[in-house]
Structure formats: C-alpha cells, structure tokens
C-alpha cells in the first residue's frame, strides 16, 4: 500500500503567525510482510508556467504558461493559495509523485529570481525543473516538450537559466503562439490576445498540454512523449 506524505515549506497569511514546517517529501511502501517495511523517495517536480501577474495580462500570448498551470491545478486538484519566493504556488501530486505548480509574481523579465530560490529550498534537481512558456517559432497551438534547450529570445527563460548558474538541462513544455504578421511590433504581439480560431486552438493544446506532463512526471521522456513531439509538429498539416 502506497501512503504518499510530504510537507513543504509554507507560509499561509492568516491573522496568526505563519507556520514553519521543514520540508518533507516522501511516499512510503510496505513489502509482503507488515514488519518488513521500506520507504521509497519520490523527488518533487517544480513545474514553472511563466508569464505576467494581474489582470491586465490575462489571456495574452505572453501568458500562456500561467494558463497551462491553470489546467494542471484544476485536473489534479492542486490549490494555488501559497506566496513563497514571490511566486503563487501550488502543492500536490500527480498520482503518487510530488509537484509544486509555480507562477512567478516577479514579472516575465525576473522570473528566475523564484524559480532558483524555490528549486533550492525544495533541493529540485535540474531535471525535475519544467518550464511552460510561450514559443513564437511554433505555429499557433503547436507544442514541444524537450529535455533541455536554449533560451532563444525569451527572456524569461533567458532569467529562469541566469538563476540556475547558466545551465539549460532542464526540461520545457513550449506553447505555439505563432509570429507576429507583417512588421508588428513583437511587444504588442505578445501583450495581444489570441483571435476566436487562435484562442481555440490554444485551449485545445493546453489540455493536449497538461496531459504530455503528467506522461513526463509519471514516465520521464519515454516513446509516449517522443510519439506527442511527433503528433503536435503536423497537427495542423493536411494530407
């Protein structure tokens, strides 16, 4: 019989003094015989969806990351009710492995300044550090999971790297948002909020989306997900 327990540093703000908890992530097992039992150690998984705090940015292409975190809260019944590290956070587990759903407050530029402090204070190895983000070299709702990459022209991934001592071998969910068309402006673009056929295609990937995470968190990058690359890159192709 599985009995996962683990608790997290966290910091509620009530009336009272927050409580301080030292964390604490592990799922214990039991062998064939009650007397005989053994722990195993789940690691925790940081997933980071990036993006810009407040109304104003809801719903824009920027933003894509924190709705993906949306999803992932609502179909595994995570609560975002936790400030820690200037981030809003979330504590649960997809089945039986630990997760902490992160949206920094920090604004898309300094993103990193939560992402490195909570993967140090929860000691989150490099791969079990996923980011969501929006991706303008992906067509529109078009998405790619991979084990590590570069920051391209992101800068919240370009903060995110910065935070973690310039290393890249962390995996990333990217979200399709498309290019900007004709000479827009990019800053525009991605403050703008999608079309009906674009916001469609969006929410039908993020739920595509939350699905290949749960495969990563459950299975790491295995066929499954190496099967997903493939479907999302001619998705929109006819034959």
């Known amino acids: 019989m599985l009995c996962p327990t683990y608790t997290p540093t966290i910091y509620h703000f009530h009336t009272q003094k927050p409580v301080f908890r030292k964390p604490r992530f592990r799922v214990c097992s039991s062998t064939s015989t009650e007397n005989d039992r053994f722990k195993v150690e789940y690691t925790p998984w940081l997933i980071v969806g ?121 995996p990333r969910l990217s979200i399709g948002i498309g290019k900007p068309p004709g000479n827009m402006d990019m800053k525009a673009f991605l403050l703008q909020k999608f079309s009906p056929l674009e916001r469609k295609q969006i929410d039908e990937a993020l739920e595509q989306g939350s699905e290949a995470v749960k495969t990563l968190v459950l299975n790491g990058f295995n066929q499954g997900i190496s099967r997903f690359n493939l479907v999302q890159k001619y998705k929109f192709h006819n034959v």
């Open 50 to 170: 990036l993006g810009n705090p407040g109304n104003k940015y809801h719903g824009t292409r920027h933003n894509v990351g924190f709705e993906m975190i949306d999803v992932l809260a609502r179909k595994e019944g995570v609560l975002m009710n936790t400030i820690q590290s200037k981030a809003l956070i979330g504590i649960g587990a997809i089945e039986d492995v630990p997760i902490l759903l992160v949206k920094p407050q920090t604004y898309m530029n300094f993103s990193g300044e939560s992402v490195g402090s909570l993967a140090s204070h929860y000691r989150v190895p490099l791969r079990h550090i996923l980011m969501l983000y929006d991706e303008m070299a992906l067509p529109n709702g078009v998405l790619r999971l991979q084990p590590k990459g570069g920051q391209g022209y992101h800068n919240g991934v370009k903060s995110v790297m910065g935070h973690l001592d310039g290393r890249r071998n962390f």
